[in-house]
T-cell receptor, first 114, second 113 residues
Framework: AQSVTQPDIHITVSEGASLELRCNYS??????LFWYVQSPGQGLQLLLK??????LVQGIKGFEAEFKRSQSSFNLRKPSVHWSDAAEYFC????????????FGKGTMLLVSP | DAGVIQSPRHEVTEMGQEVTLRCKPI?????LFWYRQTMMRGLELLIY????????DSGMPEDRFSAKMPNASFSTLKIQPSEPRDSAVYFC???????????FGQGTRLTVV
């Protein structure tokens, strides 16, 4: 069965600084990979996804992620964090067969300091 | 489209009572998913439907949980009887075809006292 590990429960970044959120997955085949963001009291919003092709994918709000097969990783990055980026971020993996079911990591809470 | 609509947003109920959560997916979407979010277990898939048919309910924790999708525009998740450990945020999501973006509702925060 697939699994997702987000090793950082909380991360604090200064506004304007760069950000990298870590995600490692376990899956026997080439996975479908996703990053979602959840603001307090809200549902999840898709930031970006990787299915195949270019391993560096661009998403909304200036985010990008890089798929590294050798490291089983799909880390999320942003060059300059804004206060409005404070939220919880979830990495997810989907099987490349069957329906669009997702297995989520436990999430990383991003705090942005002035 | 107004997005995925869930009701109620908040529900507080006493242990032993029946609870029904409701979801209206985005019009035209053919798959619907129910997830549960807790601090301890994170986001877990409970059940999903394709074209109103339940495909996999292996994530449903117990027989106290049941879900239906009588038509393409409505689904319910029922807990009977409810227990305090069912307290969580329940999300509904829908997609238009395989591996298109999943759109999530705002969730129902359930508290069982």
């Amino acid at each position: 069965a697939q699994s997702v590990t987000q090793p950082d429960i909380h991360i604090t970044v200064s506004e304007g600084a760069s950000l990298e959120l870590r995600c490692n997955y376990s899956y026997g085949a080439t996975p479908y990979l996703f990053w979602y963001v959840q603001s307090p009291g809200q549902g999840l919003q898709l930031l970006l996804k990787y299915f195949s092709g270019d391993t560096l994918v661009q998403g909304i709000k200036g985010f990008e992620a890089e798929f590294k097969r050798s490291q089983s990783s799909f880390n999320l990055r942003k060059p300059s964090v804004h206060w409005s980026d404070a939220a919880e971020y979830f990495c997810a993996v989907g099987m490349n067969s069957g329906y669009s079911t997702l297995t989520f990591g436990k999430g990383t809470m991003l705090l942005v300091s002035p | 489209d107004a997005g995925v609509i869930q009701s109620p947003r908040h529900e507080v109920t006493e242990m032993g009572q029946e609870v029904t959560l409701r979801c209206k997916p985005i019009s035209g979407h053919d798959s619907l998913f129910w997830y549960r979010q807790t601090m301890m277990r994170g986001l877990e898939l409970l059940i999903y439907f394709n074209n109103n048919v339940p495909i996999d309910d292996s994530g449903m924790p117990e027989d106290r949980f049941s879900a239906k999708m009588p038509n393409a525009s409505f689904s319910t998740l029922k807990i009977q009887p409810s227990e305090p450990r069912d307290s969580a945020v329940y999300f509904c999501a829908s997609t238009a075809g395989q591996w298109t973006e999943a759109f999530f509702g705002q969730g129902t925060r359930l508290t069982v006292v």
